[in-house]
């Protein structure tokens, strides 16, 4: 149930937010890696990290979805 949780709101985030996150924490690329894959600057690509991992917490903390069928 969680998990299902986690992946849709990963799947709500803004598409770059979403690209990063899924590279670095599900496929588990390096910093390095995403960055240059995604053409990113190694510090925009850590912004857009914290911005999607600060979005997908906050919307787990707040309990308010539902799990997907």
């Known amino acids: ?3 299902a949780l986690l ?3 990963i799947d709500r985030l803004p598409p770059r937010q979403r690209a990063v996150l ?5 496929v588990g690329l390096d910093p ?3 960055s ?3 053409e990113l600057s190694e510090g925009n690509q850590r ?5 999607g991992r600060a979005r ?3 919307e787990l903390a707040d309990g308010t979805h539902e799990v997907p069928a």
């Open 36 to 38: 240059a894959l995604l």
């Open 32 to 34: 390095m890696e995403v």
């Open 7 to 9: 992946f849709a709101a």
């Open 1 to 3: 149930e969680l998990r």
């Open 56 to 58: 997908v917490r906050a």
């Open 22 to 26: 899924v590279l670095r924490d599900v």
């Open 47 to 51: 912004v857009l990290l914290h911005r």
